[in-house]
């Protein structure tokens, strides 16, 4: 299955394909991108041939098979190379990992981008501390990850979600972490907590996320994202 031929649709602003990106970029599988730009209308053959909803990513494996939504395609990938580790083996842990990855889109995300985007200074502080709130909760999942005693990687002994390994839940959610230091940039009133106890474990966990070098490498950098982001500001 390893050697299965992958073409990557995908935008590289998005963080969703991001995930994607990550997972072939860990796996190191080879592909094929093409860039679908998500600023313009999506051409007609990418709506007929290959998501007829228009978003990215989408997978397409041996010149066939159509594999759609970003955690069902960064999944597949992942499942390609059980080598790589990105899946525990552990069913507690697999649990939590989809537990941590539903629970950011759920409330941390919504709350990252109500603090970055509304410039309206009406109700600032409350989006911001709604932001922190949703951070110190991320934190207690964290702190309370499940342990496997039997893998030294996955013995949560961090600083990734699980451990000293990076897995899916590190993978999932690496696009967002490099998204956060965009409340400071937009919100020139906010300044980062970063001396909140209960912010403790998060910190260690972003600081780790953002810096792994498939992440740098892979991901645009805070400087590329700046003008990107601008036109979401109102």
């Not at 991901?219 to 982001?229: A, D, F, K």
Request: with cysteine; hydrophobic share 40%; net charge neutral.
């Amino acid at each position: 299955m390893s050697l299965q031929k992958l073409v990557l649709y995908n935008y590289k602003f998005c963080p969703f394909a991001a995930r994607a990106v990550l997972a072939l970029a860990e796996t190191k599988h080879a592909y094929e991108n093409v860039e679908i730009d998500l600023s313009v209308p999506r051409p007609d053959w990418y709506l007929k041939d290959i998501n007829p909803y228009g978003q990215v990513p989408a997978l397409k494996v041996n010149d066939k098979d159509i594999i759609l939504e970003s955690l069902f395609v960064a999944e597949y990938i992942a499942d390609l190379h059980p080598e790589s580790g990105l899946w525990p083996t552990d069913a507690l842990q697999r649990a939590q990992t989809r537990y941590l990855i539903h629970h950011w889109g759920t409330h941390t995300q919504p709350a990252l981008h109500k603090a970055s985007f509304t410039l309206d200074p009406t109700g600032a502080s409350e989006r911001f501390q709604a932001f922190i709130n949703q951070l110190e909760k991320i934190d207690e999942l964290l702190r309370f990850a499940p342990k496997d005693a039997s893998h030294p990687g996955l013995n949560g002994d961090g600083p990734f979600f699980l451990g000293s390994q990076f897995t899916f839940a590190d993978l999932a959610l690496a696009s967002f972490l490099t998204r956060v230091p965009l409340v400071e940039i937009f919100q020139k009133g906010f300044v980062f907590p970063k001396e909140n106890p209960k912010l403790k474990r998060f910190l260690e966990w972003s600081d780790a996320v953002v810096n792994r070098e498939t992440v740098v490498k892979a991901l645009p950098s805070t400087e590329e994202l700046v003008p990107i982001y601008k036109k979401w500001l109102k």
